[in-house]
Nanobody, 127 residues
Framework: QVQLVESGGGLVQAGGSLRVSCAAS????????MGWFRQAPGKEREFVAA????????YYADAIKGRFTISRVNAENTVYLQMNSLKPEDTAVYYC????????????????????WGQGTQVTVSA
């Protein structure tokens, strides 16, 4: 399995921006589809974004589409989530995850497609 470590979370005011990162180690990074999920207090984990192995295709949740951008730099074994126009409802622990799925389609939104998860990074957006 690949090991994942998130960083870059913090406290930001509504309307602000934040970029979270996820560094991978242990296996060949570009063998994996990468995703971001989040979990707010008292809520279930939800899909945020996913990116294919080459970084040429992405999926986004409707709630963040147009505000968040997922990207990856395979040479650096890192995936990023740039978050703009943040809202208080974006407050959550953000997790990156790696999937060895053969297919990059709408089902990559499902958490069960991912076999490796990071420990999460807290993002708090104040009103």
């Amino acid at each position: 399995q690949v090991q994942l470590v998130e960083s870059g979370g913090g406290l930001v005011q509504a309307g602000g921006s934040l970029r979270v990162s996820c560094a991978a180690s242990g296996r060949t990074f570009n063998n994996y589809i990468m995703g971001w999920f989040r979990q707010a207090p008292g809520k279930e984990r939800e899909f945020v974004a996913a990116i294919n192995r080459s970084g040429t295709r992405t999926y986004y949740a409707d709630a963040i589409k147009g505000r968040f951008t997922i990207s990856r730099v395979n040479a650096e074994n890192t995936v990023y989530l740039q978050m703009n126009s943040l809202k208080p409802e974006d407050t959550a622990v953000y997790y990156c995850a790696a999937s060895g799925s053969d297919f990059f389609n709408d089902r990559i939104r499902e958490g069960r497609r991912y076999g490796s998860w990071g420990q999460g990074t807290q993002v708090t957006v104040s009103a």
